[in-house]
């Protein structure tokens, strides 16, 4: 996943109209940093892919989604496939909770 997320963090930047620089004053980074995150796709803070979702106009999940890998089958039954799905929706609301508390604390 780690590859994929610098990947869609690039591509929603493009597709926002923004250079690494003005997304990465946007998000209080330097441009080098940002330069890391999308080619190397290092691990990011959920604050900071917090402020990148809303600095280019798109939700978090766009950023979370599960990466279909050739050969790995979960089919609707089997219970690990539950349990992904119950992993990720309960990420996904501690994300959009977090993202509710950094809005009440100021700048």
Known sequence: MTGTLGKR???ARTTARLNQSE???RIGVDQATL?????IGRDIS???LIK??????RDVDYFLQPVAR???????????????LKS???FRRFVADYAD???LVPD
Do not use: F, H, K, Y
């Open 9 to 11: 963090v690039r591509a």
């Open 23 to 25: 997304l990465a004053q």
């Open 35 to 39: 330069s890391r995150i999308e080619t």
């Open 46 to 48: 959920t604050s900071l």
């Open 52 to 57: 990148i979702a809303e600095s280019t106009g």
């Open 70 to 84: 050739p050969g790995v089958l979960l089919s609707d039954g089997d219970s690990r496939a539950e349990e992904v």
């Open 88 to 90: 990720l929706e309960n």
């Open 101 to 103: 508390l950094l809005r």
